[in-house]
C-alpha cells in the first residue's frame, strides 16, 4: 500500500501569555493512498491542529510530517505553495468568499494556479455538476443553504486535482439530512475521484459512514488507532469507549431485561450482527432446519461502512430440545449471548 502522509513522533507546543501547553504530544500515524482516515476526539483534543500540520498551515515543534514521502518540513515557500495545491481542506464554516458568485469561489484556486480562461470555465461546470450545483454558478454564498455552501467548498477544495482532501468538521453546522448529503459526497470524492480524505469530526456517525481507519485523540495524544468495525466492536481505551457508545448502544439495561422476561417467557438471546450475516442468513436458514419460531423484541442494526453492525434480541419459541440445538449452531457462526 503506497503511504500518502506519515507523522512520525509530531508534537506542538503553544504558549500563551507565558503558559507553555501541548496540543499535540508524539502522534504518529500514517495514511495510505486512496483511504478515509477518521480523527476522532471530543473539542480541545488537537483535532484541528494535527490536519493544519498536514499541509503546512502548522509546524510542529518537534517530529515530522511526510506526504507523498517528502518531509514538509524542509520545503521552501514555493515548495510549500505547490504543496497546498494538492491538499484541498473544508471546514465547518465553509470559508467561502461572501463577496464572489459560487463560480468565482471555485474558479480562484484554479486562477491562482494558471489555468487559462477556458479551461477554467470547462472545469468549473464539470466540478458544478459533480457537486449537484449546476444551476448555481452566479449565486452568491448568502443565497446558499449550508449544505449547498459546503458542496460550493468541496468543489473549490478538490477543483486543482488534489491527491488529498482535509475535512475539518465539514458536517457539523449542517442538520442529519444534509450531513448524509455530504457524507455521500465526501464518498463520491473518495471513490471516483480516488482522493485520500482525512475528515476530522467529533460526531462518530459521521466517522461510522466514512472512515476505514480512525485514531482517537485526547489531549493532544492518540490513544487508539485501527479499524473502524474493530474499534466499534471493542473499544480499548476510556475515551474510545465514551465516544462511540452512544453510536453503538444496541444493548438492553437490566432493567430493560428484567421487564422482558415478564414479557417473552422461554428463552432468550442476543445475536452480535455483523459482516458475516451477508452472505448466510444464518438465523432464519437454522430457524427453520430446527423448526423453531422467533420475535424480534429489540434490537438496532447500523451499516458501518457498508456492513451491518449492531445486536438483535429475539425471544424463541420450540421444542427444547430443537432449542438447544438452534442455540448451539447459531452460536457456532455469530456471538450468542441468553439472557
Ligand atoms: N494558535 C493557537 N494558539 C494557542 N493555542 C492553540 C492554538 N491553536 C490551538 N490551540 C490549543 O490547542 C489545543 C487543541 O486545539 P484544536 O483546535 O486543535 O482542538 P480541536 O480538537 O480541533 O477542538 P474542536 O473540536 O473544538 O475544534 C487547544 O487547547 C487549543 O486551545
Ligand atoms: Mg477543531
Same mark, same amino acid.
Given at each position: 500500500?503506497?503511504?500518502?502522509?506519515?507523522?512520525?513522533?509530531?508534537?506542538?507546543?503553544?504558549?500563551?501569555?507565558?503558559?507553555?501547553?501541548?496540543?499535540?504530544?508524539?502522534?504518529?500515524?500514517?495514511?495510505?493512498?486512496?483511504?478515509?482516515?477518521?480523527?476522532?476526539?471530543?473539542?480541545?483534543?488537537?483535532?484541528?491542529?494535527?490536519?493544519?500540520?498536514?499541509?503546512?498551515?502548522?509546524?510542529?515543534?518537534?517530529?515530522?510530517?511526510?506526504?507523498?514521502?517528502?518531509?514538509?518540513?524542509?520545503?521552501?515557500?514555493?515548495?510549500?505553495?505547490?504543496?497546498?495545491?494538492?491538499?484541498?481542506?473544508?471546514?465547518?464554516?465553509?470559508?467561502? %468568499?461572501?463577496?464572489?458568485?459560487?463560480?468565482?469561489?471555485?474558479?480562484?484556486?484554479?486562477?491562482?494556479?494558471? %489555468?487559462?480562461?477556458?479551461?477554467?470555465?470547462?472545469?468549473?461546470?464539470?466540478?458544478?455538476?459533480?457537486?449537484? #450545483?449546476?444551476?448555481?454558478?452566479?449565486?452568491?454564498?448568502?443565497?446558499?443553504?449550508?449544505?449547498?455552501?459546503?458542496?460550493?467548498?468541496?468543489?473549490?477544495?478538490?477543483?486543482?486535482?488534489?491527491?488529498?482532501?482535509?475535512?475539518?468538521?465539514?458536517t457539523s453546522a449542517l442538520d442529519p439530512q444534509t450531513?448524509?448529503?455530504?457524507? @455521500?459526497?465526501?464518498?463520491?470524492?473518495?471513490?471516483?475521484?480516488?482522493?485520500?480524505?482525512?475528515?476530522?469530526?467529533?460526531?462518530?456517525?459521521?466517522?461510522?459512514?466514512?472512515?476505514?481507519?480512525?485514531?482517537?485523540?485526547?489531549?493532544?495524544?492518540?490513544?487508539?488507532?485501527?479499524?473502524?468495525?474493530?474499534?466499534?466492536?471493542?473499544?480499548?481505551?476510556?475515551?474510545?469507549?465514551?465516544?462511540?457508545?452512544?453510536?453503538?448502544?444496541?444493548? #438492553?439495561?437490566?432493567?430493560?431485561?428484567?421487564?422482558?422476561?415478564?414479557?417473552?417467557?422461554?428463552?432468550?438471546?442476543?445475536?452480535?450482527?455483523?459482516?458475516?450475516? @451477508?452472505?448466510?442468513?444464518?438465523?432464519?436458514?437454522?430457524?427453520?432446519?430446527?423448526?423453531?419460531?422467533?420475535?424480534?423484541?429489540?434490537?438496532?442494526?447500523?451499516?458501518?461502512?457498508?456492513?451491518?453492525?449492531?445486536? #438483535?434480541?429475539?425471544?424463541?419459541?420450540?421444542?427444547?430440545? @430443537?432449542?438447544?440445538?438452534?442455540?448451539?449452531?447459531?452460536? @457456532?457462526?455469530?456471538?450468542?449471548?441468553? %439472557?
Open positions: 500500500m503506497t503511504q500518502r502522509i506519515r507523522l512520525s513522533g509530531v508534537s506542538k507546543e503553544f504558549t500563551v501569555n507565558g503558559t507553555k501547553s501541548m496540543a499535540l504530544d508524539d502522534i504518529n500515524l500514517t495514511v495510505n493512498a486512496g483511504e478515509i482516515y477518521g480523527l476522532i476526539g471530543r473539542s480541545g483534543a488537537g483535532k484541528s491542529t494535527l490536519l493544519r500540520t498536514i499541509n503546512g498551515l502548522e509546524r510542529p515543534s518537534s517530529g515530522k510530517v511526510f506526504v507523498d514521502g517528502v518531509d514538509i518540513g524542509a520545503l521552501d515557500a514555493n515548495e510549500l505553495r505547490e504543496l497546498r495545491r494538492r491538499i484541498g481542506m473544508v471546514f465547518q464554516q465553509f470559508g467561502l %468568499w461572501n463577496s464572489r458568485t459560487v463560480y468565482g469561489n471555485i474558479a480562484t484556486p484554479l486562477k491562482l494556479a494558471g %489555468w487559462k480562461s477556458q479551461a477554467i470555465r470547462n472545469r468549473v461546470a464539470e466540478l458544478l455538476d459533480f457537486v449537484g #450545483l449546476g444551476g448555481k454558478a452566479f449565486a452568491r454564498p448568502r443565497q446558499l443553504s449550508g449544505g449547498q455552501k459546503q458542496r460550493v467548498g468541496i468543489a473549490r477544495a478538490i477543483a486543482n486535482n488534489p491527491s488529498i482532501l482535509l475535512a475539518d468538521e465539514a450531513t448524509t448529503e455530504i457524507v @455521500d459526497l465526501l464518498r463520491s470524492v473518495n471513490d471516483q475521484l480516488g482522493i485520500t480524505i482525512v475528515v476530522v469530526t467529533h460526531e462518530m456517525d459521521v466517522i461510522g459512514r466514512l472512515a476505514d481507519r480512525v485514531s482517537i485523540l485526547s489531549d493532544g495524544r492518540v490513544v487508539e488507532t485501527g479499524d473502524i468495525h474493530q474499534i466499534l466492536a471493542q473499544p480499548n481505551h476510556p475515551v474510545s469507549g465514551a465516544l462511540v457508545g452512544p453510536y453503538t448502544r444496541t444493548a #438492553l439495561t437490566e432493567g430493560e431485561k428484567s421487564s422482558l422476561r415478564n414479557q417473552f417467557r422461554g428463552r432468550r438471546i442476543s445475536v452480535a450482527v455483523g459482516q458475516h450475516l @451477508d452472505d448466510d442468513p444464518v438465523i432464519s436458514r437454522l430457524a427453520r432446519q430446527h423448526h423453531i419460531d422467533f420475535t424480534i423484541i429489540q434490537g438496532a442494526v447500523a451499516r458501518v461502512k457498508d456492513q451491518p453492525y449492531g445486536q #438483535l434480541n429475539l425471544a424463541l419459541l420450540g421444542d427444547a430440545a @430443537d432449542l438447544d440445538r438452534f442455540v448451539t449452531e447459531l452460536a @457456532d457462526r455469530v456471538v450468542v449471548t441468553e %439472557w
